[in-house]
Each structure stands twice: as structure tokens, then as C-alpha cells.
């Protein structure tokens, strides 16, 4: 458990945490924003994307073992870099609260709909609280092991799915549609940018990474956007766009005319799975994200002390940031899109273009 | 939840006293968080239906 994290096990996390978006929000937001031809919109998410990896790339190569806070301390002081921290830690306390909600109400939605939401919550915060006693490592590890089948079963749906694709839910589209897919790509743009979660935990890398280990990170980034490309499709050539934007979880609902050469169906519930196990890693990254930024902020030793609190704190919280699904939706396309892309996107280009401006003084030091 | 969250609190500071205790720093941040977390969920147990800040920024924003 004491040895460095890998850039497999970073970047399997990365895609495990982002599968719960893209089979829950990403399709319909979409098919909201983008209509028929929504299913475009991962495609240009690339140019914001690509960028994006480039510069943890480039932070990463340039500060070996160190993390954001350390990048930030060394790039524009103490009180500055708590400052951005403390943003963060807002930032991750109500993404968490947020995030807690849309396992609560996809638990809801799809198998159990009379149980109470704090029910689901107490049993993940249980579950979190486990995983982040045995360390971050396991989380890692965790995704690493499930990743795989996971990934198996989705291509498995896919060619189940591929005879009952309804081309003319997909096509025609014309040069007319591009600027709505073009906006409606800041969707998979703010959950792509989950990436930078990297930078929180880069001084559990080895101080030497190869070039064959940063190449995995494009390979993440690439295979996020094109797992996003395969699950819009999927919903918007089986439930239709103009049904899939009034949905909720449209890909639980596209699943559900899935079967297996008529011999298997009902898929929706490994589909719910997938949701919470993706759920379950995001809450956890995030846990661990949130203690690192107080610990950083307070200049504590160690954090064991800080989960209960925090678990009670993020429980209530959830109550009073949003409660029904029309409030999640609400607050998810207006608030979390937005911070997402302040905090994903334009923190870490700053921080990007100041170590550009000043590598010459930062190589020497290093 | 809120008296099980409260015993769970205890259990905690008992099994990190020495922690606690030896640094103030710590001691500190537990018991405000500790309390943030419990009056949270005191506003709760007495006003459980208070609008969300979701609600009151869809009131406001549209």
C-alpha cells in the first residue's frame, strides 16, 4: 500500500468517476442543448479537453512530487495558494452534497422508490468512510480491478444495442446544427475536466515518469470522450432525442429494450450498478480532495480526525443544496456546470500560463 | 441520525484523543466542524422542508 501510485490506476479513476455522468447527465443534457444532433458535442469537447491534459502534463513534468498546493505555493506564494485552496474546498463541499443527492435519486429513480434518501446516504458515507480509513490507495486499486468488466459490459450492450440503433434518430445532420452542438459541448467538457483531480494526488507519483506513462493520460482523455461519443448514441438511437431530453437517466431507459439474442434481458439493473460503483469513487476522490484541502489550509499532520465530521457536515448539506430531482437538474446546469469549468478549466490554464512565463527560474530550481 | 451522528462523534474523539488533545490545532478544527455538522443537522430536525439553495436560486434566477 506504500508504494506510488500509477498512471493506470490515476487514469482508470479519472474514467471510472466521469462513467456516472456520462451515462447520467452527459445524453440528456445533449439531447437538451444539442437536439437531434447533440450526439456531436463529445467530439468538440476535444479541443477544450486536449489542452487541458496538456497542461497537467506539463505541471506534473515540470514539479515532480509535488501536488497543486505545493505547484501553487511555489508559483505564487502561501497566502495565495490557500486563498485558490480554499476555493477548491467550497467547490468540492458542494460538488459532494450535489453528488450525494444524484446517487440518492438515481437509487430512487430506478430500483428502490420508496426508500428514504438518507437511507442511500448513511451507506455511503459508511462505505466512503471505509475506503478512506484503508487509504486513497485503495480507491485507486478499487478502480483499477473494476474497470475492466466494467468496461466489457458496456461493450457487450453495445453490440446488443447495435441492431436496434434507429438511424433516422441520428441522421440527417447539416452545418446548421454545429453551433448548438458546439455549445451544448461545454456538458461533456465540465465533467472531461475531472482530470485535473490528478493534480491533488501527483505526490504519490515516482518523481521519474516516463513518456510511455504520459501517454496514458492522453489515451484517458481520449477514451473519455469517446465513451461519451458510444453512450449518446446508444440513447439517441434507441430512446429518441426529443424523449431522452425529458428524462432524467435516459440510458436506464434505453438499456431497458436491451437484450442478449432474446435469451437475456433486464440490463438496467447492472446499469444502476455501474452508477453506484462510479458514485461510490467519486464520492470517495472527492472525501479525499476535501481533507487534503483543510489539511493544506490548516497546516495539519494528519486528517483521520477530520472524516466524521465532514461526513456529518456533507449528509445535512445535502438537504439544504438541493433535494428533488428538478432542483438537481436545476442546480447541475446552472451552478455545478459553470463552477466546474472555473475550477477545471481556467485555474489550471492560469496556473499553466504562469509556469510557461516563468520555466526558465523554475528549471533551475528543480 | 442526528443522536447517532452525535455518538459517533464521541467514539471518534475518544479514539483520537491523544491526537486531539496533543495538538490544539486539531482540537479546534474538530469541534468546529464537530458543531457546523451538528447544527446543521439541528436546522434540519427542526425545519426539515426548508427550501434548498437549488429552490432559492431557481426563485431568484428566473
Known sequence: MNKPLTMRQVIFMYLFLSLSPILRQIPSALANEGGRSGYLSPVWSLIALLPLTAIVIFLI??????????????????????????????????YLASKMNAFALTLQFTLMPKTRSDFFMTIMLVLVYYALLKGSK????????????????????????LGILRTDYLLPVSTFNLPSTIKASKNVVAVGGNIIIVLFFADKFAISISKKNMRKF??????????????????????????????PFPFYITVKSISFFNIFERFEVL???????????????????????????????DRGFLFIPLAIIIFYLTYFVSTTQFEYRFLYKNIILNLNLIFQYIIPFLLGLMCLLKRKHIKKQY | MIYVFGILLIISFIRQKDQLLKIKKNLILFMVLSLGGIGLGIVHMVSPHIPTIAFVLEKYLK
Open chain 1, 218 to 247: 492522453w489515451f484517458g482523455a481520449i477514451l473519455f470522450v469517446g465513451l461519451s461519443f458510444v453512450i449518446t448514441i446508444f440513447t439517441f438511437g434507441i430512446t429518441g432525442p426529443s424523449l431522452a431530453a425529458n428524462l
Open chain 1, 138 to 161: 485503495t480507491i485507486f486499486r478499487f478502480s483499477e480491478l473494476a474497470l475492466g468488466p466494467v468496461m466489457v459490459l458496456i461493450g457487450i450492450l453495445f453490440v446488443c444495442a
Open chain 1, 61 to 94: 513534468r515540470l514539479y515532480p512530487g509535488l501536488n497543486i498546493y505545493e505547484i501553487m505555493d511555489n508559483l505564487v506564494g502561501k497566502v495565495f495558494a490557500k486563498c485558490i485552496i480554499f476555493l477548491y474546498l467550497l467547490w468540492v463541499i458542494l
Open chain 1, 271 to 301: 446499469v444502476t450498478m455501474i452508477c453506484i460503483l462510479s458514485d461510490f469513487i467519486g464520492i470517495s476522490i472527492m472525501f479525499s480532495i476535501m481533507t487534503k484541502c483543510i489539511q493544506w489550509l490548516f497546516g495539519i499532520t
